[in-house]
T-cell receptor, first 114, second 111 residues
Framework: EAQVTQNPRYLITVTGKKLTVTCSQN?????MSWYRQDPGLGLRQIYY???????DKGDVPEGYKVSRKEKRNFPLILESPSPNQTSLYFC?????????????FGQGTRLTVV | DQQVKQNSPSLSVQEGRISILNCDYT??????FLWYKKYPAEGPTFLIS?????DKNEDGRFTVFLNKSAKHLSLHIVPSQPGDSAVYFC??????????FGSGTKLNVKP
């Protein structure tokens, strides 16, 4: 089954404790992206990656890092989480190759930073 | 400042009637627009899209209209069904790498 898998689904952590949210897709997609969803603000793009070792900032990259060492994985790293990073996070992937195709989203990771 | 806005947080419609969801944008560089649907505890799923070279795109019960001069797009669902009850997000892009989403409209279709 074609899917984007995020782990963990739920996470409660403390301020300053480094964490990683993993994202993996099995569709051989070149493009992957991370979003956060907050009430009244919709989804805001954090980072995206056009292919392996190619990443770029989205609209709200501050406080986040990403890496793309393999095509299928795109982890989101919070080096020193703060309470304002409490949010619902979504990973997405899609084909590129000149095609304008829609993105497939994971089920989300609800992060709480206390 | 949000470049894509959905000014109606919620909409309630009777089953069988038309649902019209609206979206406004500010960036005239946007050339591709999408609608996503989201159920609770799930990720958004793609619904329909439109390129800026068109003003209408249809897919079954779903039609998206684009008015470039007004920087406005709308999603029409006819007829509305209870299973359409979800949060709908519009999104826009100008290079298909960076995407800007609205805040969402929660649609409730009453049986």
């Amino acid at each position: 089954e074609a899917q984007v898998t995020q782990n963990p689904r739920y996470l409660i952590t403390v301020t300053g404790k480094k964490l990683t949210v993993t994202c993996s897709q099995n569709m051989n997609h070149e493009y992957m992206s991370w979003y956060r969803q907050d009430p009244g603000l919709g989804l805001r793009q954090i980072y995206y990656s056009m292919n392996v070792e190619v990443t770029d900032k989205g609209d709200v990259p501050e406080g986040y890092k990403v890496s793309r060492k393999e095509k299928r994985n795109f982890p989101l790293i919070l080096e020193s989480p703060s309470p304002n990073q409490t949010s619902l996070y979504f990973c997405a992937s899609r084909m590129t190759g000149g095609l304008r195709t829609e993105a497939f989203f994971g089920q989300g990771t609800r992060l709480t930073v206390v | 400042d949000q470049q894509v806005k959905q000014n109606s947080p919620s909409l309630s419609v009777q089953e069988g009637r038309i649902s019209i969801l609206n979206c406004d944008y500010t960036n005239s560089m946007f050339d591709y627009f999408l609608w996503y649907k989201k159920y609770p505890a799930e990720g958004p799923t793609f619904l329909i899209s439109i390129s800026s070279i068109k003003d209408k795109n249809e897919d079954g019960r779903f039609t998206v209209f684009l008015n470039k001069s007004a920087k406005h797009l709308s999603l029409h669902i006819v007829p509305s069904q209870p299973g359409d009850s979800a949060v709908y997000f519009c999104a826009a892009s100008y290079n298909f790498n960076k995407f800007y989403f609205g805040s969402g409209t929660k649609l409730n279709v009453k049986p």
